[in-house]
Structure formats: C-alpha cells, structure tokens
Nanobody, 125 residues
Framework: QKWLVESGGGPVQAGGSLRLSCAASGDTNGFCLAWFRQAPGKGREGVAAIDTDLSKKYTESAQGRFIISRDNAKNTVYLEMSGLQPEDTAMYYC????????????????????WGRGTQVTISS
C-alpha cells in the first residue's frame, strides 16, 4: 500500500499561480507519478505525468503553463501551475503506478493503482 497526500490547492484569481505538492509513503523509484483533475460534472482527466528519469508528459491544455517535477529523494511530485484560468478549476489528484509513464497510456486513470484524496483548486475571474 502506498499513501499519497496532496497539498497546495486553494482559491486564486485568474492569471495567478499555484504549486501543488504530493508526498508519497515509501520508495517511488520506478513509479510513474501523475496529476489528474476533475472539474464539476466532468470526468477525471490526466494533466501531467513524470517518470523516475524525469521524462514528462503533458495534456495539451497544460503544455506551456504547467510544469511537473519530482524529488526522488523525498518521494514527492509537484505541479507548478501558472496562467491559471477559471476552466482550470477542479479537484486535483495525485496518482502513482509501479511502471513507467511510457508504457501504455499515461493519462488513463485505470492504469494507476494509488491515489490521493485530492486538493481543490478554484480560479475566479
């Protein structure tokens, strides 16, 4: 069992920035770590993912605005978000799987076995 705990969400005005963090229990070496989000009334979508070797994947809407990173020594993954817009409002979830982001679809939630409880991000216009 691996526990994931997100932090860093909150209310922000449009154009602002936030940095989300997700701390995992235990060693995440070899794990793909990812951020998903779910807006009200919508399904969960993959935002970004990162491998142990720091190779990254982004959804199109995140490309150029969000940066995913990880500290392997701390078993922590981060999501730096800038240029936030109201459509970025969602519950943001951290997820982990015990194999590379390069194998299969990195954005398929069904391929992740470990999830955090989420942190709410609310962007006001």
């Amino acid at each position: 069992q691996k526990w994931l705990v997100e932090s860093g969400g909150g209310p922000v005005q449009a154009g602002g920035s936030l940095r989300l963090s997700c701390a995992a229990s235990g060693d995440t070496n070899g794990f793909c770590l990812a951020w998903f989000r779910q807006a009200p009334g919508k399904g969960r979508e993959g935002v970004a993912a990162i491998d142990t070797d720091l190779s990254k994947k982004y959804t199109e809407s995140a490309q150029g605005r969000f940066i995913i990173s990880r500290d392997n020594a701390k078993n922590t993954v981060y999501l730096e978000m800038s240029g936030l817009q109201p459509e970025d409002t969602a519950m943001y979830y951290c997820a982990a799987r015990s194999f590379s982001c390069q194998l299969g679809s990195w954005s398929s939630e069904n391929l992740y076995g470990f999830w955090g409880r989420g942190t709410q991000v609310t962007i006001s216009s």
